[in-house]
């Protein structure tokens, strides 16, 4: 993948993560002020609770795609560093700690 492509494919992942955090952050607080209300039946409280519960599975599902685009970035950018260093450097070799 060219470095214009993968910067392209960046940007759309963490745009689109942070359209998700605003949702989140937007539609948790219309739970929080709906379970406030006084006349909450228990029906309402287990509806509220199945949405937050539903909404903060998707936000935990983006935030893991985001996170393995950025350790995916993050390796090969070190591979690639190691394997430039290591064709000029020949005499020189540095195994990454585990």
């Not at 983006?62 to 993050?74: D, F």
Request: charged content about 30%; proline content about 2%.
């Amino acid at each position: 993948m060219s470095e214009e492509r993968t910067a392209d494919t960046t940007r759309i992942v963490l745009r689109s993560f942070g359209v998700m955090v605003t949702t989140y952050q937007e539609r948790m607080a219309q739970l929080l002020e709906q379970a406030n209300r006084a006349d909450l039946a228990a029906e309402d409280a287990l509806h509220l609770a199945a949405s937050a519960l539903a909404l903060s599975a998707r936000l935990t599902r983006r935030l893991r795609e985001v996170n393995e685009h950025v350790l995916a970035l993050e390796e090969r950018a070190l591979a690639q560093l190691q394997e430039q260093l290591s064709q000029r450097f020949p005499g020189v070799h540095v195994e990454p700690e585990e």
